[in-house]
């Protein structure tokens, strides 16, 4: 009973704390919404001043981190529509949701790390942390890198795939609701695949995994995140390329992880045997 009194009590801290979230995101919705188009505004703006030369992958990823300045346009860089009279403000909400968890994160971990540490021996308190530590900066990391880098090339391609002509315009019109939802896709699959050194290691730590094991299915690791990336990216080959590469170098760093916990683990075993000798 105490312990499902303790665990009402952090699980209402945690609700709290993404009310809380949620309504500080809702209030900046506007705001957070034009930060998450700002990649699609600078694909724009480049796109319609790409008369003549060429634009280099550089070019999109600094305009869109604001190191290099919008290029001028001679109409409004970046245009979203909405056809139903509540999208608005049902994207808002979405927003504000996905918003919320990001924020409330550190109070949802605190009070998850709370509850178990108590069941823990002081060497799992040790391992415990930095996975919790290790773990949203590897989701920011693979947020960071849809936003700087994979937002900019998608509206690109998409942008390069409308027609013109002089009876027929097809230009690119995107809904507020289906950017938001490819935003959030792209974050939550990059962000869930970048965890992959953290799910390898507590599988070297409970010994379901070898380093060996895992460097001689390294040809098959390769297919397989190939072909993840080609489900969970848009159809076109640099979107698959920029996960694919990424998760094959975070492979081989899971490798090494789990490789130092087997040498570790190895000088623990000979520490006691010594002492037991």
């Not at 799910?199 to 072909?227: C, D, N, P, Q, W």
């Amino acid at each position: 009973m105490d312990h499902l009194i303790e665990l009402r009590g952090r699980l209402v801290t945690c609700i709290v704390a993404f009310g809380l979230a949620f309504i500080l995101c809702f209030f900046f919705a506007g705001p957070i919404y034009v930060f998450l188009v700002k990649p699609f505004a600078a694909a724009s703006a480049l796109h319609a001043g790409a008369t003549g030369h060429g634009v280099s992958p550089v070019d999109l990823i600094l305009v869109t981190a604001g190191i290099h300045p919008m290029p001028p346009t001679t109409h409004e860089a970046a245009q979203l529509i909405y056809t139903a009279p509540l999208e608005i403000l049902f994207t808002k909400m979405k927003l504000a949701g996905f918003g919320a968890v990001f924020l409330a994160f550190p109070v949802l971990a605190f009070q998850l790390y709370r509850f178990v540490a108590p069941g823990l021996y002081r060497n799992e308190k040790g391992a415990f942390l930095p996975f919790l530590i290790a773990s949203p900066l590897l989701f920011l990391l693979g947020a960071a890198l849809v936003y700087f880098v994979m937002l900019p090339f998608v509206m690109w391609f998409s942008l390069s795939q409308q027609i013109s002509s002089d009876t027929v315009a097809v230009a690119l019109l995107p809904k507020v609701s289906e950017y938001l939802s490819l935003v959030t896709a792209l974050v939550l699959a990059f962000g869930l695949c970048f965890q992959l050194p953290v799910v390898m290691t507590l599988l070297g730590l409970a010994g379901l995994i070898t380093s060996k094991f895992m460097a001689e299915g390294r040809r098959y690791a390769i297919v397989a995140v190939v072909v993840l990336a080609a489900i969970v990216t848009p159809p076109d080959p640099i979107s698959q390329l920029m996960l694919a590469v990424p998760l094959c170098i975070l492979y081989e760093i899971s490798i090494w992880c789990v490789r130092l916990i087997e040498l570790r683990k190895k000088r623990e075993e000979d520490a006691e045997d010594l002492a037991a000798a």
